[in-house]
């Protein structure tokens, strides 16, 4: 849906895009529907897009109603493309704000300035485009510094232009990211009648729909050598979310005493002001140091298919409430989706590779999620322990049977304050939880409840980092894809047997 209301400024490129839509229609077999009736935002009739465009809207938009269906449609999974005046739309409206990733200031008049494309070749929106690249257009300013969460593709040269500026080396103006469970893509160009008969421009919009729709991606990691996740500037690649503030926090206003650090408002996204997730030196290496004291994930940037992830933790000393009297616990959480704060208002749903003392490489599904491992209840034990041989039982967190949590196989954890090394491995479906070279489980089928409360698969997502009141650190974090599952630990599962 190409949506168009105005309720302050209209620009008049506005029937040229709604011109090039129409051809983009008659070219492709897509279904475009065009409105300028905010009465089209219920959740019924959302359902009926894969993405919603906002083209060139201004000023306040949607009702509180319209507001929540909209939400909702984002957080189904659904896509979003921003042209231009998006970013001056609904500009009080906070989550809006965030979902874009800047607010509209001022600008310039029109003009030619130089665009240059950061990584162009990884999105399917800036793939045809060259480094640097000639554009006119009116070249937006913002309230603030674009959001850290997002990931930028284009930065106009403030050196190539006159007037308003932001005055900073880093001006960017074309961006995408991944936000609470939506696929959101935004470009400041567009001001101009003439942008729609750009072949460039044309073909970033073809490429940022797709992508939003989920049927194009960005250049997976390479196949032949590793992506270490920690080097150079760690913010390129991950986000922090901080939960809600358990009542035994200090040095923090409006700590609710009653409070066990699950049920109330997170402090959000890259709020994180007890340093709680920490980047440390060590011989020119990133290190990730988890305070624990609040729960948080370090989340990555991107989603992720068909891999192999591989890193170092090691425990520290520090406990924290509300688990002094429990084993240290961190995890990694995998296969993630939806919003941020989906389980205990601070993680996604998601798949979990447990990080716990003793327990490291166990499995809990997070909030929608299920899996089948072939596993067995050991005569005496009250939860089901993976048997490479055994029966293929489901683990789910959609009903309370079957249950949400398997035992790991065998316990191949260093002792405390050693170093162990972790991978997981994901392809179509099937995962490996290996802990110090061995493969402590297998997993199959993974699966995951939509919104319209179907079972269907789930093979991709974030990655998390847990902080849940442990110390703990990690490094070397790792990737690369794969084309199928690694001999070497394949045969470590090999006698599977099915029921």
């Not at 089948?372 to 490479?388: A, H, L, M, R």
């Amino acid at each position: 849906m190409v949506f168009s209301k105005t309720a302050s400024f209209r620009h008049k490129s506005i029937p040229a895009g709604i011109q090039f839509f129409t051809n983009l229609k008659n070219e492709t077999s897509w279904k475009i529907d065009f409105s300028e009736d905010a009465n089209d935002f219920t959740l019924e009739n959302l359902k009926n897009y894969n993405v919603v465009v906002f083209l060139n809207t201004t000023g306040n938009i949607l009702d509180k109603n319209q507001k929540e269906a909209f939400q909702k449609y984002i957080g189904h999974g659904n896509g979003f493309v921003g042209i231009h005046a998006a970013s001056d739309s609904e500009k009080e409206w906070t989550w809006y704000g965030d979902m874009v990733g800047a607010v509209f200031k001022d600008h310039p008049k029109v003009q030619k300035a130089k665009v240059h494309f950061n990584n162009s070749s990884l999105h399917p929106a800036t793939n045809h485009l060259k480094e640097e690249e000639l554009f006119r257009d009116e070249w937006y300013n913002f309230k603030k510094p674009v959001a850290s969460h997002v990931n930028v593709l284009a930065t106009v040269d403030e050196t190539s232009y006159t007037g308003k500026q932001m005055n900073t080396k880093n001006h960017p103006i074309t961006w995408f990211h991944h936000f609470n469970g939506g696929r959101i893509f935004y470009t400041g160009l567009g001001h101009t009648v003439t942008s729609y008969a750009d072949a460039r421009f044309q073909k970033m919009i073809k490429g940022a729909i797709l992508w939003a729709a989920d049927l194009e991606q960005i250049k997976k990691p390479s196949t032949k050598k590793w992506t270490n996740l920690f080097e150079g500037n760690p913010s390129e690649n991950w986000d922090v979310f901080i939960g809600a503030l358990h009542a035994s926090v200090k040095g923090l206003k409006n700590v609710d005493p009653k409070s066990d650090g699950k049920n109330a408002t997170p402090l959000g996204l890259n709020n994180d002001p007890k340093n709680v997730f920490k980047f440390e030196k060590e011989s020119g290496e990133n290190i990730l140091h988890i305070s624990g004291e609040i729960y948080g994930a370090l989340t990555s940037k991107q989603e992720y298919e068909n891999y192999h992830l591989k890193l170092e933790f090691k425990w520290g000393e520090q406990i924290w409430e509300p688990r002094l009297l429990r084993k240290r616990d961190s995890g990694i959480l995998y296969h993630c989706y939806g919003p941020n704060d989906a389980f205990w208002n601070v993680w996604m749903s998601s798949q979990e590779f447990q990080v716990q003392e003793g327990d490291l490489g166990d499995y809990y599904a997070l909030s929608g999620t299920l899996i089948d491992i072939p596993s067995e209840k050991i005569e005496g034990e009250k939860e089901f322990t993976y048997v490479k041989n055994g029966g293929l039982n489901p683990f789910s967190s959609t009903q309370r049977v079957p249950p949400n949590h398997c035992n790991k196989g065998f316990d191949n954890e260093k002792p405390h304050g050693e170093w162990n090394t972790l991978e997981l491995i994901s392809y179509k479906g099937t995962s490996y939880h290996v802990v110090n070279g061995k493969v402590v489980m297998a997993l199959y089928n993974s699966r995951y409840k939509n919104s319209d409360d179907k079972i269907v698969p789930l093979t991709k997502g974030k990655i998390q980092i847990q902080s849940e009141a442990a110390e703990v650190f990690y490094k070397n974090v790792q990737i690369k894809s794969i084309t199928n599952l690694p001999r070497k630990y394949k045969k470590q599962v090999k006698n599977r047997k099915n029921k």
